[in-house]
């Protein structure tokens, strides 16, 4: 008898060595590399109006128009935004659905999380698809060498900075930009509509 159960019982643990491990047990599959060459390569924590943190990479897996401003801009600003709010209001609603639209401010000592949430709420931004951004000043300038966007601090501390709405491709890769503000660039809607088609 003992034996017997001592026989059933080394032939149920043989069993259970050989059966393969479940899918929560088994190790996670490496993410894929990215490219050397995207945004998503820089290790900035940024985080949007709501006080959210996030990476770049966070970003991962869809098509992003990105840009930068400083909320105390009362002319240039405003039209940029206002620029890229037509560009994807130029683009139907399921190419609206899968493209993401970034702010990061060029100042993050005055921007803080109410000024963030303040861009928003007057330029109309929809959350589910805008973020507003900071990140430290290391980061910023970082970000801004990535995107070749260009900007310097006045002693009145506002800036001089470049104009430009710049498109990422799902690796965070630029694929191209326009300096057009003011009125929607035809050309650079099309790349946008191309690359969100391709993904």
């Known amino acids: 008898m003992l034996r017997t159960r001592l026989s059933a019982l080394l032939l149920s643990s043989l069993c259970a060595l050989a059966l393969p491990a479940s899918a929560t047990d088994?190790?996670?599959?490496?993410?894929t590399a990215l490219p050397s060459t995207s945004l998503y390569q820089l290790p900035a924590t940024l985080n949007n109006q709501d006080g959210k943190p996030f990476k770049l990479r966070d970003?991962?897996?869809h098509p992003v128009v990105v840009s930068m401003f400083y909320n105390s801009c009362e002319f240039v600003c405003p039209m940029l935004i206002d620029t890229m709010r037509q560009t994807q209001q130029a683009l139907d609603?399921?190419?609206r659905d899968?493209?993401?639209m970034l702010l990061i401010t060029?100042?993050?000592a005055r921007d803080d999380l109410k000024a963030l949430k303040q861009v928003a709420r007057q330029r109309e931004l929809d959350p589910s698809h805008w973020t507003v951004a900071r990140t430290?000043?290391?980061s910023v300038r970082k970000i801004a060498a990535t995107l070749d966007i260009q900007y310097r601090r006045l002693e009145s501390g506002e800036y001089n900075h470049t104009t430009v709405l710049v498109l990422l491709d799902s690796e965070g890769r630029v694929l191209g930009r326009t300096g057009k503000i003011g009125a929607v660039d035809p050309e650079f809607v099309k790349l946008i509509k191309?690359?969100?088609?391709a993904h």
């Open 98 to 100: 899968r493209l993401s």
């Open 106 to 108: 060029f100042d993050p």
């Open 194 to 197: 191309d690359t969100v088609a």
């Open 59 to 61: 970003l991962r897996g």
């Open 93 to 95: 609603q399921d190419a």
């Open 136 to 138: 430290d000043a290391a």
């Open 26 to 31: 088994a190790p996670a599959a490496p993410a």
